[in-house]
Nanobody, 122 residues
Framework: VQLQAFGGGLVQAGSSLRLSCAAS????????MSWFRQAPGKERVFVSA????????FYADSVKGRFTVSRDNAKNTVYLQMNSLKPEDTAVYFC????????????????WGQGTQVTVSS
Protein backbone atom coordinates (compact mmCIF):
# COMPACT_ATOMS: atom_id res chain seq x y z
CA VAL A 1 0.00 0.00 0.00
CA GLN A 2 1.27 3.41 -0.92
CA LEU A 3 -0.01 6.61 0.60
CA GLN A 4 0.37 9.98 -1.02
CA ALA A 5 -0.43 13.13 0.88
CA PHE A 6 -0.81 16.48 -0.80
CA GLY A 7 -2.55 19.80 -0.45
CA GLY A 8 -0.22 21.68 1.87
CA GLY A 9 0.89 25.22 1.32
CA LEU A 10 1.64 28.63 2.76
CA VAL A 11 -1.38 30.49 4.09
CA GLN A 12 -2.19 33.31 6.48
CA ALA A 13 -3.64 32.77 9.91
CA GLY A 14 -7.39 32.29 9.76
CA SER A 15 -7.26 30.66 6.35
CA SER A 16 -8.24 27.14 5.32
CA LEU A 17 -6.52 24.25 3.59
CA ARG A 18 -7.64 20.78 2.64
CA LEU A 19 -5.17 17.94 2.72
CA SER A 20 -5.74 14.73 0.82
CA CYS A 21 -4.26 11.31 1.29
CA ALA A 22 -4.71 8.80 -1.50
CA ALA A 23 -4.08 5.12 -0.93
CA SER A 24 -3.00 2.95 -3.85
CA UNK A 25 -1.47 -0.42 -4.50
CA UNK A 26 -3.01 -3.67 -3.44
CA UNK A 27 -6.52 -3.61 -2.08
CA UNK A 28 -6.50 -1.47 0.99
CA UNK A 29 -8.06 -3.33 3.86
CA UNK A 30 -6.82 -0.99 6.51
CA UNK A 31 -9.06 -0.06 9.33
CA UNK A 32 -7.67 3.27 10.51
CA MET A 33 -6.39 6.25 8.60
CA SER A 34 -4.79 9.00 10.63
CA TRP A 35 -3.10 12.33 10.28
CA PHE A 36 -0.02 13.27 12.26
CA ARG A 37 2.07 16.39 12.16
CA GLN A 38 5.62 17.23 13.02
CA ALA A 39 6.87 20.72 13.67
CA PRO A 40 10.60 21.54 13.41
CA GLY A 41 12.48 20.13 16.37
CA LYS A 42 9.41 18.45 17.80
CA GLU A 43 7.98 14.97 17.90
CA ARG A 44 5.39 13.69 15.47
CA VAL A 45 1.98 14.03 17.11
CA PHE A 46 -1.50 12.80 16.43
CA VAL A 47 -3.92 15.19 14.77
CA SER A 48 -6.97 13.27 13.62
CA ALA A 49 -8.16 9.88 12.45
CA UNK A 50 -11.07 8.17 10.80
CA UNK A 51 -12.19 4.59 10.78
CA UNK A 52 -12.66 3.38 7.23
CA UNK A 53 -15.68 1.21 7.85
CA UNK A 54 -17.72 3.30 10.23
CA UNK A 55 -16.52 6.82 9.53
CA UNK A 56 -15.99 7.37 13.23
CA UNK A 57 -13.59 10.25 13.81
CA PHE A 58 -11.00 11.27 16.38
CA TYR A 59 -9.35 14.62 16.99
CA ALA A 60 -6.57 16.03 19.08
CA ASP A 61 -7.79 18.71 21.47
CA SER A 62 -5.65 21.29 19.70
CA VAL A 63 -7.60 20.95 16.45
CA LYS A 64 -11.05 20.00 17.66
CA GLY A 65 -13.68 22.29 16.19
CA ARG A 66 -11.33 23.57 13.49
CA PHE A 67 -10.30 20.44 11.58
CA THR A 68 -12.57 17.87 10.00
CA VAL A 69 -11.48 14.47 8.72
CA SER A 70 -13.50 12.60 6.13
CA ARG A 71 -13.08 9.81 3.66
CA ASP A 72 -14.18 8.72 0.22
CA ASN A 73 -14.07 4.95 0.27
CA ALA A 74 -14.63 4.66 -3.46
CA LYS A 75 -11.52 6.75 -4.11
CA ASN A 76 -9.53 5.31 -1.19
CA THR A 77 -8.87 8.88 -0.16
CA VAL A 78 -8.97 10.62 3.19
CA TYR A 79 -9.26 14.36 3.60
CA LEU A 80 -8.34 16.76 6.36
CA GLN A 81 -10.19 20.04 6.13
CA MET A 82 -8.33 22.61 8.19
CA ASN A 83 -10.11 25.83 9.03
CA SER A 84 -9.14 28.81 11.16
CA LEU A 85 -5.50 27.90 10.82
CA LYS A 86 -3.07 29.23 13.39
CA PRO A 87 0.70 29.71 13.21
CA GLU A 88 1.07 26.86 15.68
CA ASP A 89 -0.46 24.53 13.08
CA THR A 90 2.69 24.95 11.01
CA ALA A 91 4.21 21.50 10.49
CA VAL A 92 4.74 18.71 8.04
CA TYR A 93 1.54 16.71 7.93
CA PHE A 94 1.66 12.97 7.38
CA CYS A 95 -1.07 10.49 6.70
CA UNK A 96 -0.72 7.01 8.06
CA UNK A 97 -2.66 3.77 7.95
CA UNK A 98 -2.88 0.67 10.03
CA UNK A 99 -4.94 -2.47 9.84
CA UNK A 100 -6.10 -2.24 13.42
CA UNK A 101 -7.92 0.27 15.56
CA UNK A 102 -7.00 3.92 15.64
CA UNK A 103 -3.99 4.67 17.77
CA UNK A 104 -2.56 7.98 18.89
CA UNK A 105 0.92 6.43 18.79
CA UNK A 106 2.71 6.98 15.52
CA UNK A 107 4.99 3.95 15.91
CA UNK A 108 1.99 1.63 15.63
CA UNK A 109 1.20 2.57 12.04
CA UNK A 110 2.18 0.33 9.14
CA UNK A 111 2.06 2.70 6.21
CA TRP A 112 3.04 6.34 5.83
CA GLY A 113 2.70 9.00 3.21
CA GLN A 114 5.58 11.29 2.34
CA GLY A 115 4.31 14.35 4.20
CA THR A 116 3.10 17.70 3.03
CA GLN A 117 4.23 21.04 4.44
CA VAL A 118 1.70 23.40 5.96
CA THR A 119 2.96 26.84 6.88
CA VAL A 120 0.69 29.38 8.54
CA SER A 121 1.95 32.93 8.77
CA SER A 122 0.74 35.37 11.41
Amino acid sequence: VQLQAFGGGLVQAGSSLRLSCAASGRTFTGRAMSWFRQAPGKERVFVSAIVWSSGYTFYADSVKGRFTVSRDNAKNTVYLQMNSLKPEDTAVYFCAARSRAVSYESTLYDFWGQGTQVTVSS
